[in-house]
């Protein structure tokens, strides 16, 4: 992303995490997505790289959120905190421990871990994911409620619905019947 105006002269042309002057771009804080210079950083392109890449191995370089953490713009203050958490040594966690920021702003820096917890998967006995359309097979014989017979173990079923708010549970239709099967007792077909 381009770097407006407003974001060059808050960051003075530098990093906001590291104070680089490497290739600078603008970065949305997710889940943030809009071109508001209040919901940006202006970063460097190793900072961009790793954050990118979802890899904070490079802990040296991240020392720099011990400075970065106390600036007084809530996108920067937010992202400092969001990467201190995914580094596990001593030093992030007592910098995260130092700081008193407003709870918006913690608020923000957790929300997209938030919405990732809450997305439903669906997964099959062998802890493959399924999709709405997949084909599953039957790995035990299963009692159909309300019918009056056994799906046999091995049965196929083709184009699975998932049921959107229980990751345990599909639709499916066994015998012109559309049944809710638990997927435990499934195993995905290739």
Known sequence: MAISTTLATRSGNICELCSSD??????????????????????????????????????????????????????????????????????????????????AVIEWANAEAEMAANVIVHKDSFGVVLETGDTVILTQNLNVKGANFIAPKGTTVRKI??????????????????IVILTKYVRKSV
């Open 161 to 178: 619905r998932l049921v959107p708010d229980n990751a345990e549970q599909i639709e499916g239709k066994i015998e012109g019947d559309t």
């Open 22 to 103: 490497d290739n600078l771009v603008a970065y949305a804080v997710p889940p943030k997505t809009d071109d508001s210079a209040d919901n940006q950083v202006v970063l460097c392109t190793n900072c961009f790289g790793q954050i990118s890449s979802n890899n904070f191995s490079d802990t040296n370089h991240w020392r720099c959120l011990e400075g970065s953490i106390w600036s007084e713009v809530p996108a920067v203050q937010a992202l400092s905190y969001k990467i201190l958490g995914n580094i596990t040594e001593d030093w992030a966690a007592e910098t995260k421990a130092s700081v008193a920021l407003d709870e």
